[in-house]
């Protein structure tokens, strides 16, 4: 019996260590815009309604490495469900309870630890996301989004990182769903 177990024991360790590449988050769309002017893209990764459900949506984008370890994340907090442009407002302005907010933060290590942090650029005027389109047979939304971001936390890595990131002709297209839009 107890060669049963220590067998038992090995083989569950064994299992239990392996590398299982099964972990990630499933992907429910994409984005892409110009990052500083240089091509950017990602992989969504959640469309949550808020609570309360007035509140609106979020939505999150990561982008990975080629060794699978998150390097970057946004995400768009509280948008509505409606086609017209929505305002982007920094993440301490209290305008209202419901105002739209962004959150950007690069990741370090293995992919678990937030490096810099970004806030939106008050002094630029056309930071916003808008949802262009939605289609009811495939569930799908898509839409577009521009963002200035002015650097608030430096994660004091090697390197120095950019004061500023802008985000332009950024398009996305996400999996909602579809009691939310219909």
Not at 43 to 70: A, D, H, I, K, Q
Not at 155 to 160: A, I, M
Request: proline share 4%; glycine share 6%.
């Amino acid at each position: 019996m107890i060669k049963h177990l220590i067998l038992f024991m090995l083989i569950f360790g064994l299992i239990a260590c392996n590398k299982d590449d099964d972990f990630s988050p499933v992907k429910i769309g994409n984005a892409t815009a110009l990052k500083n002017g240089v091509g950017w893209s990602a992989n969504v990764y959640y469309f949550t309604e808020n609570s309360p459900s007035n509140l609106g949506f979020s939505m999150g984008m990561e982008v990975y490495n080629n060794e699978g370890l998150r390097r970057e994340n946004i995400s768009f907090i509280r948008f509505k469900n409606h086609f017209n442009p929505q305002t982007i407002y920094p993440t301490n302005y209290q305008i209202e309870n419901d105002s739209i907010r962004i959150f950007y933060s690069t990741i370090l290590d293995d992919g678990d630890v937030v490096g810099d942090i970004y806030d939106i650029d008050t002094t630029a005027t056309n930071n916003f996301i808008q949802i262009t389109s939605y289609n009811s047979s495939r569930a799908e939304i898509k839409g577009i989004f521009n963002v200035s971001l002015i650097l608030t936390r430096d994660s004091n890595e090697p390197g120095t990182p950019p004061q500023n990131l802008v985000f332009t002709n950024g398009e996305f297209t996400v999996k909602v769903q579809r009691e939310w839009f219909e």
